[in-house]
Each structure stands twice: as structure tokens, then as C-alpha cells.
């Protein structure tokens, strides 16, 4: 079974649309964040949710809205894709404790054309 | 604020020589600090993390990470490199709220057999 699924792997699509990218955990975590991997291969967080509660809202242009409808599941819905957004977008749970690691999921590349 | 910087961007070994990817950090408080491997179109993995106790960590797939704190590093090593090691490492640091992992910008290792 595995820990964290994102569907869809590959997505491409055009500027203007809309899409979602799906993020469920099997592993009973209170904790779930989107994170963004630019063509550099930085990463950085965007958001955090801890018991379907938003924790961190990081400098994100307010087209990406996450959504928690049950801790097992963390969606990021995004409207009116532009160019800038393509990158590999990485969901991720943990334990709520400072103490704990994170498991990642494979990752979702987006391409806005 | 909680950072950590990876200073080398690419490291080259042989196989079977000795490997050290290079972390140091900046937090405030008790830092718990995390080593991370994304192989080629794959989502991270976790390797080993220091939260307490003894300065050796010892991880996955034979690495292991010196945490020293007088020179606020946290270097990842392994006795013996195989080119499968060939990958992009990460370092992370728990932020202050412990709500995220904050990433370095990652070291490629490259593995010459």
C-alpha cells in the first residue's frame, strides 16, 4: 500500500483552466502540507494542515486553495494557471510532533502551456 | 528563522571511496534536522534524523550524519559509496512552530563507478 498517493502524476494543461491535484495518507497522520519543486529543484512549503486546520499559508498567490475534507486527504485546487506555476507540486504527512519525519508522495508534474 | 544551507551543489566520488554531503544550520532552540534522497522523477525519501542524544545518526541504506554543534553542521556520510547512491540530498530543518520542514537547496551526489 502506499503511504501517500497524488493523482494525477502528470498533469498538463493550458493557461487560464483550472485543475486539482488529489493528496490521500494511509498512515494516520494529523498533519499534511503541499510543497512546491520549482525547475531549480528548490522546495518550498506552501501549505500545512493539521487536523484538517490550515497551519501555514505561505506567500501563495490566493489561485491555490487547499482543501481538508477529513485528515486523510489534502487537496490543492488551483484556478487560472499561468506559466509560473509549472513545477512538481509534493504532498507530504507526519506526525504533529517537532520530532517526527515527514513521508512524501511521488509527486505531481505540472505543465502549463 | 530556522535555515539550513548545503554548500556544494555537486559532489563527485568513486565507488568505494568514503562520501560526506555537507549541512549546516541556523535555529532557534533544540534543532531536529532530517537528511532526505530523491532519486530521478520520485518523490523524497526519508534517510535519518537527529532530534537528541548521541552526535551519530545512523539511517537508511548504510548512510549515517555526524550532528555537530559547535560548527552548527549536520553532515550526511557514508564508509563506502555505491553508484546507486547517485542522487539529490536534502537536508531539512524542523521550523520554529514545528508546522514544516524548511529544505536546503540541495546537493547532488554523483557516483563514478
Known amino acids: ?113 | 528563522a530556522q535555515s539550513v544551507a548545503q554548500p556544494e551543489d555537486q559532489v563527485n566520488v568513486a565507488e568505494g571511496n568514503p562520501l560526506t554531503v555537507k549541512c549546516t544550520y541556523s535555529v532557534s532552540g533544540n534543532p531536529y534536522l532530517f537528511w532526505y534522497v530523491q532519486y530521478p522523477n520520485r518523490g523524497l525519501q526519508f534517510l535519518l534524523k537527529y532530534i537528541t542524544g548521541d552526535n551519530l545518526v545512523k539511517g537508511s541504506y548504510g548512510f549515517e550524519a555526524e550532528f555537530n554543534k559547535s560548527q552548527t553542521s549536520f553532515h550526511l556520510k557514508k564508509p563506502s559509496a555505491l553508484v546507486s547512491d547517485s542522487a539529490l540530498y536534502f537536508c531539512a530543518v524542523r521550523d520554529q512552530a514545528g508546522t514544516a520542514l524548511i529544505f536546503g537547496k540541495g546537493t547532488t551526489l554523483s557516483v563514478s563507478s
Open chain 1, 1 to 113: 500500500d502506499t503511504a501517500v498517493s497524488q493523482t494525477p502524476k502528470y498533469l498538463v494543461t493550458q493557461m487560464g483552466n483550472d485543475k486539482s491535484i488529489k493528496c490521500e495518507q494511509n498512515l494516520g497522520h494529523d498533519t499534511m502540507y503541499w510543497y512546491k519543486q520549482d525547475s531549480k529543484k528548490f522546495l518550498k512549503i506552501m501549505f500545512s494542515y493539521n487536523n484538517k486546520e490550515l497551519i501555514i499559508n505561505e506567500t501563495v498567490p490566493n489561485r491555490f486553495s487547499p482543501k481538508s475534507p477529513d485528515k486523510a486527504h489534502l487537496n490543492l485546487h488551483i484556478n487560472s494557471l499561468e506559466l509560473g506555476d509549472s513545477a512538481v507540486y509534493f504532498c507530504a504527512s507526519s506526525q504533529a510532533q517537532k520530532s517526527t519525519e515527514a513521508f512524501f508522495g511521488q509527486g505531481t508534474r505540472l505543465t502549463v502551456v
